[in-house]
């Protein structure tokens, strides 16, 4: 079995589907295909869904967006409504309308993800009835059938061994060639969907790669591969030819953009190697992800992650941050679910970093100050260096107003304000190469 998986960019458009449909047509082995919601019909949702929380009136109208462009997408693939596909779609906004004329009933968070999940569900039941239209027998999966998971809804947990079960009765090379199946959702025991975490169908694909003894990978991108410079600010860029699994587990961790965080893990413990390549030149080789050593010489990578918040806490009378107030910070930080891009503590203080797109950034800090000074300074950034040089060191702190700075044998973290260009000249964030 091969996994394929493409993200929003490669179903954007009638254009954008029948490009996947020549690189499918290429393979001749079993193939599983995990496809995300359209371009931005995520955000969308999220639209929607903070409408419908906030009782806002244009929460129908933002529906109504939502399914005109899928209506768009079907015409343009079709030149006409195919009348399966079209009950379905309108099934599939029936169940959405019902969702959002009623008040929420459970948790934010729990809501989210009944509603997140459609647009995966509305792309993968276009894409699959356009391939069977065109002769690109395929069947069409419902992951939840499929993936169990826990309760954690947004940032859901994989039941691996009855995940594991189920994949190996549904995806079932002799009884089918090609699968066409959802990323990012799963179902918790009761069979409600939840969600890995945006940006998760990558995490899927792996998912798969691993309950399926997947003989490869690959990650199809509008870029050539993933490079050592971000190509929006340098002309000189390398695309990495080859990242050890260990590597990209680090890269990924600080903040790369190019892989979701819990991708390689899967894949590193049954040594099945993923390529990131490009869609729009399937022939060129890509970047390959797999086990081994960092090639020589080092280069140094750069990561950037933009609008950062700091949150700064220190007791009121200046005494020390000791090992109960860590642990009442830390109780605070995974009962929001915090996700943390940075900490430092010093005797009478301890910092943190999470994005600004965190929600609950607010309740956090009002529950913070109950006990601490609180601080907050937004706009921030975080510029990490793998295997940094002193040239390079150097180049950062001469061009940013650092605030903090942290340094192991690899990698070192740099908080600094915002600018609105990273002005290093040999080495830069690492990214995927646009073409
Ligand atoms: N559609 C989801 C998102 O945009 C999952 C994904 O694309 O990986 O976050
Ligand atoms: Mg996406």
């Known amino acids: 079995m091969i996994i394929y998986k493409f993200g929003g960019v490669s179903v954007k458009d009638a254009e954008a589907i029948k490009n996947i449909s020549k690189i499918i047509g290429e393979v001749n082995e079993p193939l599983t295909v995990v496809v995300s919601a359209i371009d931005n019909s995520t955000n969308l949702l999220e639209e929607i869904i903070d409408a419908h929380y906030s009782e806002k009136a244009n929460v129908k109208l933002l529906l109504e967006d939502l399914k005109q462009k899928h209506l768009t ?9 195919p009348k399966n596909l079209l009950t379905k779609i309108q099934n599939l906004f029936s169940e959405m309308e019902a969702r959002v004329v009623k008040p929420f009933s459970q948790s934010f968070n729990y809501e989210y993800d009944q509603m997140i999940a459609y647009g995966e569900l509305l792309s993968t039941t276009i894409v699959s009835a356009y391939f069977n239209h065109i002769g690109q027998k395929n069947m069409w999966v419902d992951i939840r059938t499929c993936l169990d998971a826990d309760d954690k809804y947004r940032d859901a947990n994989i039941i691996w061994d009855s ?5 190996k009765n549904i995806f079932k090379p002799d009884a089918n060639h ?28 792996a998912i798969l790669a691993y309950l399926l003894d997947a003989e490869k990978m690959i ?30 587990i680090e890269l990924s961790y ?16 049954k040594e099945i190697p993923l390529w990131v390549k490009s869609f729009i ?3 060129e080789e890509g970047t390959l992800i797999t086990k081994g050593d960092l090639p020589q010489p080092l280069l140094p990578n750069f990561i950037v992650k933009k609008q950062q918040v700091l949150i700064s ?8 941050i000791g090992e109960n107030d860590l642990f009442f910070v830390f109780s605070l930080i995974n009962k929001y679910g915090v996700k943390l891009n940075f900490t430092q503590n010093t005797a009478v203080s301890f910092v943190f970093c999470v994005n600004h797109s965190f929600r609950f950034i607010e309740g956090l800090i009002d529950d913070l100050k109950l006990k601490y000074d609180v601080e907050r300074e937004d706009g921030l950034e975080l510029i990490t ?50 073409q």
Not at 163 to 167: G, I, L, Q
Not at 254 to 261: D, K, R, T
């Open 73 to 81: 997408l079907i015409l343009d693939l079709f030149d006409k409504f």
């Open 163 to 167: 995940s594991e079960e189920k994949a």
């Open 178 to 205: 090609l699968f066409i199946t959802q990323g990012f959702i799963a179902s918790d025991s009761k069979g409600n969907a939840c969600s890995l975490g945006r940006e998760g169908s990558d995490y899927t694909a």
């Open 219 to 248: 990650i199809w991108k509008d870029v050539l591969g993933v490079l050592n410079a971000d190509p929006d600010y340098f002309s000189n860029t390398t695309k990495l030819d080859l990242i050890p699994y260990h590597e990209a």
């Open 254 to 269: 600080y903040g790369a953009s190019v892989i979701h965080p819990k991708t390689i893990k899967p894949l590193q413990a």
């Open 281 to 283: 030149k399937p022939k």
């Open 313 to 320: 806490i220190k007791s009121h009378n200046f005494s020390f």
């Open 385 to 434: 260096v793998r295997h940094y040089s002193p040239d390079t060191l150097a180049e950062i702190t001469e061009n940013h107003q650092i605030l903090i700075e942290q340094k192991n044998k690899n990698t070192a973290i740099f908080l600094s304000q915002g600018t609105q260009e990273i002005p290093l000249e040999d080495c830069c964030c690492l990214q995927e190469k646009r």
